[in-house]
C-alpha cells in the first residue's frame, strides 16, 4: 500500500506539449520531492518542496506544493523526449522518512 | 566512482536460494537506505543505517529478510529462502546526514532480482 496515489499512471504526448502530473494523499507531509526514474537507473531528486503553497521553477518544471500540504504538482512546459521517464513523488514524515508514489510514465514522442 | 555503486546489478535466483545484494555508498555518507521496487510501483522502504547502527528496519516484509552494515560504509542486503513475491528491483541510497537533518538521497542503479 502507498500513501500516495500519482496520476496519471501513463501519459504519452507529442513534442511541444504542455502537461501536468498529480501527486494526493490524505496525509500531511512535513516536505514532498519528486525524482525522475529512467529504465534501469535509480531515482534521481528534480526537487523538493516544505512550505505549503510553495511553488518552484527547475527550467520548463514547475513543482507545487498544496496549501495543506497533502498534495503536489508537477507541470512541464513545451515537453521534450529528453523529459522520457518514470516520475516519482515522495511525501517526507517523521525523521524524514519517504513515502513514495506508484509514479507517472511519461513518453513524449518526438 | 563518485555514486552510489549496487552489484550485482541482476541476480535470477532458483526459489529457496539465499541471495546478498551489496551496496557501496557515496564514501562519507552517513545514512544508508534500502527500497524495495516492484515492477510499475514506486519504491517502497525497507530499512535505514545511521553509520552501523540499523536504526530503522520496519520496512523489511519478513524475518527472511537481513541487512547489515558492519563498519558503517558497505552495506549487504541477505534474503534467505527466497521466494517469487521476492522478485523486484532492489534500491539502495546515501544521504551525508542522519535521517533528520537531511533530506537528499542518492540511489544506485539498483540490483533487479529474479526469483524462478
Known amino acids: 500500500t502507498q500513501l500516495l496515489e500519482q496520476s496519471p499512471q501513463f501519459l504519452s504526448i507529442q513534442e511541444g506539449e504542455n502537461l501536468t502530473v498529480y501527486c494526493n494523499s490524505s496525509?500531511?507531509?512535513?516536505?514532498l520531492q519528486w525524482y525522475r526514474q529512467e529504465p534501469g537507473e535509480g531515482p534521481v531528486l528534480l526537487v523538493t518542496v516544505v512550505t505549503g503553497g510553495e511553488v518552484k521553477k527547475l527550467k520548463r518544471l514547475t513543482f507545487q506544493f498544496g496549501d495543506a500540504r497533502k498534495d503536489s504538482s508537477l507541470h512541464i512546459t513545451a515537453a521534450q523526449p529528453g523529459d522520457t521517464g518514470l516520475y516519482l513523488c515522495a511525501g517526507g514524515g517523521n525523521f524524514n522518512k519517504f513515502y513514495f508514489g506508484s509514479g507517472t510514465k511519461l513518453n513524449v514522442k518526438p | 566512482g563518485a555514486g552510489v555503486s549496487q552489484s550485482p546489478r541482476y541476480k535470477v535466483a532458483k526459489r529457496g536460494q539465499d541471495v546478498a545484494l551489496r551496496c557501496d555508498p557515496i564514501?562519507?555518507?552517513?545514512?544508508l537506505f534500502w527500497y524495495q521496487q516492484a515492477l510499475g510501483q514506486g519504491p517502497e522502504f525497507l530499512t535505514y543505517f545511521q553509520n552501523e547502527a540499523q536504526l530503522d528496519k520496519s520496512g523489511l516484509p519478513s524475518d527472511r529478510f537481513f541487512a547489515e552494515r558492519p563498519e558503517g560504509s558497505v552495506s549487504t542486503l541477505k534474503i534467505q529462502r527466497t521466494q517469487q513475491e521476492d522478485s523486484a528491483v532492489y534500491l539502495c541510497?546515501?544521504?551525508?546526514?542522519?535521517?533528520?537533518?537531511?533530506?537528499?538521497?542518492?540511489f544506485g542503479a539498483g540490483t533487479r532480482l529474479s526469483v524462478l
Open positions: 541510497a546515501s544521504s551525508p546526514k542522519a535521517r533528520g537533518q537531511s533530506n537528499i538521497q542518492y
Open positions: 564514501s562519507g555518507h552517513v545514512s
Open positions: 496525509s500531511v507531509f512535513s516536505s
